[in-house]
């Protein structure tokens, strides 16, 4: 995959399909990213109240990748995929967990995306979420602010990381 970022001028005026891929594979990477050159301790810190760590939220995107590109368009079960069955759970950090295994299976379930979205249009249904056909453009736009807002919490947990790293050596 060529990365392009959303701010290159050839970005402005593409097909809006192709924007909606370039927004999308650049929160990925970024929310991907903020894993990088921390430790597993980092990576598990918890610093706030709910189950959300750097690592949960990788791994929490991997579940919202395999719910829109897999459960809502080959209508397969959660149990068949290998997902939790609620986003809740998707944040839970197992032993055998690290930043290279939740990387590595965030990279694979978005690679999966690209294949299962690619030769469908903007407006064709997917019809295996609970809340009934959606156009394809809902589910984009639908993860895009999801990654988001992840990516915003990502960049928040890691200046926390970081910053306490400096301060204590």
Partial sequence: MVFHSTTQPSVFHAAFRDQF???LDEHRSALHDSLDGLTEEQARRSLVPSK?????LV???TFVEKVWFDEAITCRPRSEIGIPDSPDE???LHDDDTVASVQGAYQQACAASRRATEKL????????NRRGPLPLRWVYL??????????????????QIIGDTMRHG
């Fill in 59 to 61: 791994k929490h995107a």
């Fill in 52 to 56: 959300t760590t750097l690592l949960g």
């Fill in 21 to 23: 891929e370039i927004f």
């Fill in 90 to 92: 998707s944040f839970d």
């Fill in 121 to 128: 249009t903007l407006d064709d249904l997917v019809r295996g």
């Fill in 142 to 159: 639908h993860t895009l602010r999801e990654l988001a807002q992840h990516c915003g919490h990502a960049e928040i947990l890691r200046e």
